[in-house]
Each structure stands twice: as structure tokens, then as C-alpha cells.
């Protein structure tokens, strides 16, 4: 794991900012866990919460869809949470570069900023390190949402969308 690299504490201020949040129902000691850092950072972020801003899925390979969908109705980002585990299969490869590729494709064919939680780890105790439970060394989906939100706001700042960037 190595955790080098990445920015520092980010001061977001999201509030106005509608997020949604599309997290796989697979492995669920580690969504839980995925989808608690997301939603901490996001209300850390001054981003509005409410029972609508998560929707659930039923694994990784579903999310771009999912994502693609409430991309066009309105939001500032989407954060895409999943996680992956290896197995004897190449089933693993497959669904890691479906998710990958669809949530890319999600990003730029609508210009909606897609905060990439998927984990793709060798073996459970990776996945665990990451969840941003106790004891895990980092919080993938805090992360991802953090990313959303400031691609979110530097987009608005950047190039507006008229109509609907307000900052």
C-alpha cells in the first residue's frame, strides 16, 4: 500500500453541491466501511446528505450504469464505490477493467466528476486497510468523495455550466 503522493488535507467547501454516492452491495464489512468515509467527507465538505444520496447496487460491474444514469439528472459528481477481490479466475480482471472503463466513460461523456472508490485488491486484508474502518491504514472512500467534490468545484470555477454552476 502506498499512500505516497497523495495531496495533503483538502478545505472543501461543497456546500450547494449535489453529490450522489453509487456503492456495491459486495464484501459489505468493507462498504460499510467505504461508504461511511464518503459520506463523512462529503458532510465534512459542507455537502448536503440526505436519504437520497446514495443509491446501492449490486456490485462493481453495475456501478457505470447506475452512475451514468444519475449523472444526467442534474448532480455536480458522482462517487463510485465498490471493491474487488481476486480470486482463481480471471472473473476479476474483467469486472475491475469493466468498472474502470465504464466510470471513465461516465466522466467525460457527461462532464460530471466521477470519484473513483472502486478498490481492486489481491486479498480481503487490502481491502480492509482501505475502508476507512478502525485499524484500516487509509479511507479509499473518503478519498473518493473528496476528489469528486474538488473536481466538482474547480470545474464550476473553470467553466461553469449555465444554468446550474452557481459559484
Do not use: N
Not at 105 to 122: K, N, S
Amino acid at each position: 500500500m502506498s499512500g505516497s503522493g497523495a495531496p495533503g488535507a483538502l478545505q472543501l467547501d461543497g456546500s450547494g453541491l449535489r453529490v450522489v454516492v453509487v456503492a456495491a452491495r459486495w464484501h459489505q464489512e468493507v462498504m460499510d466501511g467505504l461508504l461511511a468515509g464518503a459520506l463523512r467527507a462529503l458532510r465534512a465538505a459542507g455537502v448536503p446528505v440526505t436519504d437520497d444520496s446514495v443509491v446501492r447496487v449490486p456490485g462493481s460491474f453495475e456501478l457505470p450504469v447506475a452512475a451514468a444514469r444519475l449523472a444526467r439528472t442534474g448532480v455536480d459528481a458522482v462517487v463510485a464505490l465498490g471493491v474487488v477481490i481476486r480470486g482463481g479466475t480471471p472473473h476479476f480482471d474483467y469486472v475491475c477493467q469493466a468498472a474502470t472503463a465504464g466510470l471513465t466513460d461516465v466522466a467525460v461523456q457527461t462532464g460530471v466528476p466521477v470519484g473513483f472508490g472502486v478498490l481492486t485488491c489481491d486479498d480481503e486484508q487490502q481491502a480492509l486497510d482501505r475502508a476507512g474502518l478502525p485499524g484500516s491504514r487509509e479511507d479509499k472512500g473518503a478519498e473518493a468523495a473528496q476528489a469528486a467534490v474538488a473536481t466538482a468545484l474547480e470545474l464550476a470555477a473553470v467553466a461553469p455550466v449555465p444554468g446550474r454552476d452557481a459559484r
